[in-house]
């Protein structure tokens, strides 16, 4: 099936044409915090399409700005103990990364299979932007988590590992 989306990312459109195949995954969005899972603020769509997996996230309640966004090993949001004390989300392990490149480079990059594009969150705290990740079908992604962290991501292990954004502040389990 061809299915036409039109991005908007400020005064531009941008009209993408992709064949979607029959795979695809609904992801339900949950806040995280070192005392657990905590409310649903929406879903992430995942799709298998001719250029890659189709990410579209309908969610709420984030704060504004640029946010971490990756696939992670375990299927499991809870907390795991940390040099002490209870760190959200901890029990989803690491970036997924099958192949063990053991390096952070992005969706585009040849490191971490888990990057994913930066999730941008509007001032009124949602996320709805259509993104694609083109080294991904569906099939990699199912029995893991998905994970949004607090800040950015530079796509580089410098200055700071993983891409720089820090805490873990929503997630949300992809079944088998």
Known sequence: MLVTKTIFSGAVALC????VY???VSVMMHKVNEKGVGEAIGTIQFT?????????PNLKGLAAGTHGFHLHQNPD?????KDGKMTAGLAAGGHFDP???DKHEGPHGKGHLGDLPALDVAADGTANK??????????????RSVMIHEGGDNYSDLPKPLGGGG??????????
């Open 16 to 19: 993408l044409s992709l064949s």
């Open 22 to 24: 029959a795979a695809d």
């Open 48 to 56: 298998d399409t001719d250029k890659g997996v189709a990410v579209t």
């Open 77 to 81: 949001c809870g907390v795991k103990e």
């Open 99 to 101: 192949a063990k490149a």
């Open 130 to 143: 259509l993104m694609l990740v083109p080294r991904l079908k569906v099939a990699d992604i199912q029995g």
């Open 167 to 176: 805490a873990r502040v929503a997630c949300g389990v992809i079944s088998k």
